[in-house]
Structures are given as structure tokens and as C-alpha cells.
């Protein structure tokens, strides 16, 4: 209160400032049209990755001595893992910017990850049982890391049963807001729960601090697919974010102009 | 290469049940979600289209 002008004129500054083309890629019209042909890119990413890593992981990478075949579930088992846990902490990211800076954009992007983080945190779970079963002889326990990320799950699907629920816009971002802030402390849970608890999953496949434990190949064919897979999380992610923009913005000129344009791609992606 | 025909890379050494049932639903999930998101998108389109041409309409017609 000892200075009532500081924060209208801050916002200002920084809007007339370097920032500036920052701020134009947070409006919607601008992150529109931007990813508009972002997202045919990462496609090309995604699948051009998918194919190498798959390549690499099924006809260079060598039979696992002690698992054998089955081993081989980790080229999409451990990626799925890894996004889905950055998945919600990036998610948690722009839902607090949304909340806390009232940004449109940043709110449409939370929303717009969730289905894609719960995608993931169901594969990490389905593949995690397919692995499981022959090699712990059981498709699942309640073990310290299956818990938790079933719990991931659970968190996105009550992230997206609240936003859903409550129609008026900027109370359902900001109830998402806490719910996915809150939750985020499941995750470096996850992440440490085979060193903090006696667990039947095992350690961790690649850490900071060590070399990594497997074969050259198998860590080349696991790190393209990871790739992949991020390619794959940013060009789903865009798409929907794109759908979430046109709908919030339905209202708005640029969105009329877009699509009253005959046949200029409006139906496209 | 570690596959001497195709049916034994589709074997996998006994685990075939277990590597496809895993690749398969990733397989299925990966383009059903990229789907919903794209018709999500036409939907929205198609709304907007709606609305900008009922805000041009005469209003009592």
C-alpha cells in the first residue's frame, strides 16, 4: 500500500521493455499461430525419433542376460515413467503462472497437459505390469513405486474431473492450480521411493551421480524413444492447447477472422 | 541382428505376449489421444464458425 502505482507500472515497463516479445508469445493469438507449425514439426520429430529408438532397441540392442526378451518393454516403459512425472510438474508450472499472474495462456497449456500426463502415467502402469509379470510373476503389487504412480494417475484424472466441473473459467484454473501445485509433492516421491523404501521395482536405470547400468546400445535405443516422446508430449499438448485457445477465444475478433477465411487451412490441425 | 526369422522376433523368446501387449496398447493409446485432440480442434472451429456467422445475421430474422 506505500506505493499504490508500483505494480501497474512495473507490468508496463516490462511490457515496453526487452520482454516484450516474450509477452507476445503468452497471447493466444501469438502462441496460436506460432504453434500452428510447431506442431507438423514435432510430429516429424516424434516419428522420425520413434523409428530410430525402435530400430535400435529391437534389432541392434542385445538380449538382456538376465531377463531376456522381455527386457526390452523398457524402450517405452521408462520413458512413459520419465514424462509422465515432468509432465505434472510442468503442468503444475503454468497452472501456479496462471494463477498467480492471471496469464491466459499459461492456464490453457496446464489444462491442456493433463490428458497427455495421465496418457503416460497409465503406460508407465500398463507396460510397468506387462514387464512385471514375467519377471516378479506378478502383474502388480502394492509396492512403494506402483503405489505412487498410480497415485499420479489418480491426481491427473482429479486435475481434469475438477477443471471440468467448475464452469466459471478462472475459479476452475485456479482450483486446478492448487490441486496439481499440491499434488506435485507426489513426485519426487516417485522419484526417490526405491531408495527410501525396500521395494520389488528396481533402482534407478540411469542416475546424475553414477555410469549408467546397461548396454551402450540399450541406453541409445532408450534415450531416442525418450526423445520421441517429448516430441510427441509437445505436439499433443499444442494440438490441444490450440482446441482450448479456439474455444476460450471463440468470442474474440481474430478467432472470427480465422474462421471466416474460405479455405484457408481454418479446418486444418 | 538378433532375429534369425520373423516369426522369432515375433516370439521373442517366449515373452511375445508380454513386449506386443505392451507396444500394442502404447501403440493404440499414442494415436487415439493425438485423434481426440484434433477433433476437439475442428469442434472448436466449427463453433466459432457458428457464433461469427450468427453475430453477423440480421438478429430477429
Redesign the interface.
Known amino acids: 500500500m506505500t506505493s499504490p502505482s508500483a505494480t501497474p507500472n512495473t507490468a508496463a515497463a516490462a511490457g515496453k521493455g526487452g520482454r516484450l516479445r516474450f509477452f507476445n508469445f503468452a497471447a493466444p493469438m501469438r502462441f496460436y499461430a506460432i504453434t500452428g507449425w510447431l506442431v507438423p514439426l514435432c510430429w516429424v520429430v516424434a516419428i522420425g525419433f520413434a523409428i530410430a529408438g525402435l530400430y535400435v532397441g529391437f534389432f541392434v540392442a542385445p538380449t538382456d542376460a538376465t531377463q531376456g526378451e522381455s527386457y526390452r518393454i523398457i524402450y517405452i516403459h521408462v520413458p512413459a515413467a520419465w514424462m509422465s512425472m515432468m509432465l505434472y510438474l510442468v503442468m503444475a508450472f503454468w497452472a501456479g503462472i496462471g494463477w498467480a499472474f492471471n496469464a491466459r495462456m499459461a492456464s490453457i497449456v496446464a489444462r491442456a497437459i493433463a490428458p497427455t500426463g495421465a496418457m503416460f502415467a497409465f503406460l508407465a502402469l500398463w507396460t510397468g505390469a506387462f514387464w512385471g509379470k514375467p519377471t516378479w510373476g506378478t502383474w502388480w503389487v502394492w509396492d512403494a513405486r506402483l503405489t505412487t504412480t498410480l497415485i499420479l494417475l489418480f491426481l491427473y484424472l482429479g486435475y481434469i474431473a475438477l477443471v471440468n466441473a467448475i464452469d466459471d473459467q478462472r475459479r476452475s484454473d485456479q482450483a486446478g492450480a492448487l490441486l496439481a501445485l499440491v499434488g506435485s509433492i507426489n513426485v519426487p516421491i516417485i522419484y526417490f521411493s526405491v531408495q527410501w523404501w525396500n521395494t520389488l521395482h528396481q533402482g534407478a536405470t540411469i542416475s546424475m551421480t553414477a555410469a549408467p547400468k546397461m548396454a551402450n546400445t540399450m541406453l541409445t535405443g532408450m534415450l531416442l524413444m525418450t526423445v520421441a516422446c517429448w516430441a510427441y508430449a509437445f505436439a499433443t499438448v499444442f494440438m490441444r492447447a490450440r482446441a482450448i485457445t479456439i474455444e476460450r477465444e471463440s468470442r474474440n475478433a481474430w478467432v472470427g477472422k480465422l474462421v471466416s477465411q474460405p479455405a484457408q487451412g481454418g479446418q486444418k490441425t | ?3 534369425g526369422s520373423a516369426s522369432e ?1 515375433f516370439h ?4 511375445g505376449l ?2 506386443w ?3 500394442a ?2 501403440m493404440l ?2 494415436v487415439a ?2 485423434l481426440l ?2 477433433r ?6 466449427r ?3 457458428l ?2 456467422d450468427e ?1 453477423r445475421k440480421p438478429r430477429f430474422s
Open positions: 541382428m538378433n532375429w522376433f521373442m523368446g517366449g515373452k508380454f513386449v501387449g505392451s507396444y496398447v502404447s493409446v499414442m489421444e493425438p485432440a484434433r476437439r480442434h475442428q469442434q472448436a472451429l463453433q466459432a464458425a457464433f461469427n453475430g
